[in-house]
């Protein structure tokens, strides 16, 4: 069993940063890729961000490439994001997950383990 807990989101105008992180307890990560998803109102869950156990893989949706960066800190067992030049579209409830696999993925179902989530808001 894995759990995850996150932290870091909060409210920020519009071209401003935040920085999210995971912690993960119960489990070493070792061969877990570690994602990051979000969901605003009204819509579905989306892929944001992927990174493998080495950190040398990393995966973006297209929406935040060249925005948001994707790291981990095996030793710390935490992931980070971190979110540069926000936009308002970005307002989400942001969620990290795991994957027990050597392949990343896009889609939610394919994430074992995940976190309850972080409110992020950007205002205009």
């Known amino acids: 069993q894995v759990q995850l807990v996150e932290s870091g989101g909060g409210l920020v105008q519009a071209g401003g940063s935040l920085r999210l992180s995971c912690a993960a307890s119960?489990?070493?990560?070792?061969?877990?890729?570690m994602g990051w998803f979000r969901q605003a109102p009204g819509k579905e869950r989306e892929f944001v961000a992927a990174?493998?156990?080495?950190?040398?893989?990393?995966y973006y949706a297209d929406s935040v490439k060249g925005r948001f960066t994707i790291s981990r800190d095996n030793a710390k067992n935490t992931v980070y994001l971190q979110m540069n030049s926000l936009k308002p579209e970005d307002t989400a409830v942001y969620y990290c997950?795991?994957?027990?696999?050597?392949?990343?993925?896009?889609?939610?179902?394919?994430?074992?383990?995940w976190g309850q989530g972080t409110q992020v808001t950007v205002s205009s």
């Open positions: 997950a795991t994957r027990h696999s050597a392949s990343y993925a896009t889609t939610p179902a394919l994430y074992e383990y």
């Open positions: 119960g489990r070493t990560l070792r061969r877990y890729y």
């Open positions: 990174i493998s156990w080495s950190g040398l893989n990393t």
